[in-house]
């Protein structure tokens, strides 16, 4: 006896109150979007006329925050396209790539920045402290208010999470711009502006790896950092009726959803849709995970027989990851 649910749960389907969201998500991104760009252009001028690439980097900080929240506002439109044809999941992940693309920018962008600093560290220009201190002052009340914007939308998608960590990267970096303005107003030290860029490169090369990272686990069908598959997996053998867990699986289709499968072998006198029911509210509940499809079959009387065995030919061919079973547990 088989029994095969796929469950998408609470959040599975897009209702009235979750347009409403998304709606709101966009128009506050929109919102910050306006603020940086129209600062982004002016702080480009005055970075060339101050001859600060403290300014420069922070205007190039500001493009990839400006491209981020582009890319956010083009994922969220192809996310919400409903699953057709061989796009079975949609086009959710759409907003991992813009994850992705946001972070390998930072990445890139910081070595670059960097290597512009060292130069000017060695050959440093004449700067104008006092227009970098005042720019850098207005860059700082410019992206308080981004990142107030983009807070209000939601955090969870790690797409979303990304432009907000591009804004807020971009706040610390705008008040170092302002120290380094004000040592260079004051002290006439020119270094301040290369030694302010290079701790702006430390924070987009921190933010750009973060993103990198946790994109990729996602593009690798990693599981959830919070989600471990061999605990999951004695959980759900833990069960009275249940004899062996194989073939578990443990993904994330994209931010906040994650999803499960596995081949769940059970008592033969046992009833394999009550069982099914049980592990789901265990998965729901403990791990919270809704999107689940498990397979559940009557164990053969050889797995029965052979319960603590480190090999289980029986059902598949070509297994994929540990094996669970019931008492001495196997991985």
Not at 15 to 35: E, K, M, N, S, Y
Not at 89 to 117: D, F, H, M, V
Not at 241 to 269: K, M
């Amino acid at each position: 006896m088989t029994s095969a649910h796929h469950d998408h749960g609470p959040g599975g389907h897009a209702g009235h109150a979750h347009g409403v969201a998304a709606d709101a998500d966009r128009r506050w991104l929109a919102i910050a979007l306006t603020l940086i760009a129209s600062f982004m252009a002016a702080e480009v001028v005055i970075g060339v006329l101050a001859q600060s690439l403290a300014l420069i980097s922070d205007a190039a900080h500001m493009l990839t925050d400006a491209v981020s929240i582009v890319l956010a506002l083009v994922a969220m439109r192809l996310a919400a396209r409903p699953a057709r044809g061989g796009f079975t999941y949609g086009l959710k992940r759409a907003e991992i790539l813009s994850a992705q693309a946001n972070g390998l920018t930072l990445l890139l962008l910081g070595a670059w920045l960097a290597y512009e600093a060292v130069h000017r560290l060695i050959d440093p220009p004449e700067v104008e402290g006092g227009l970098v201190f005042g720019t850098a002052l207005a860059g700082i009340l410019v992206n308080v208010l981004a990142a107030w914007c983009i807070s209000k939308a939601n955090r969870s998608s790690l797409n979303v999470e990304g432009a907000y960590q591009h804004i807020l990267n971009d706040l610390f970096a705008f008040i170092g711009t302002a120290v380094a303005g004000l040592v260079v107003l004051l002290t006439g030290f020119a270094r301040a502006d290369a030694i302010a860029t290079l701790i702006v490169v430390v924070l987009m090369v921190k933010a750009g790896y973060g993103l990198v990272r946790e994109s990729g686990r996602i593009f690798l069908e990693a599981a959830p950092a919070h989600l471990d598959p061999d605990s999951i997996g004695d959980r759900l053998v833990a069960h009275d009726a249940v004899v062996e867990v194989h073939d578990l699986h443990v993904w994330t289709i994209t931010s906040g959803e994650p999803a499960l499968s596995a081949h769940v072998l059970v008592d033969p006198v046992a009833d394999c849709h009550t069982v099914r029911r049980d592990l789901e509210k265990t998965l729901q509940y403990d791990y919270e995970i809704t999107h689940t499809t498990l397979q559940v079959d009557h164990a053969p009387a050889e797995v029965l027989e052979v319960r603590s065995s480190a090999v289980d030919d029986a059902h598949c061919g070509a297994p994929h990851g540990p094996v669970h079973r019931h008492g001495p547990h196997t991985h």
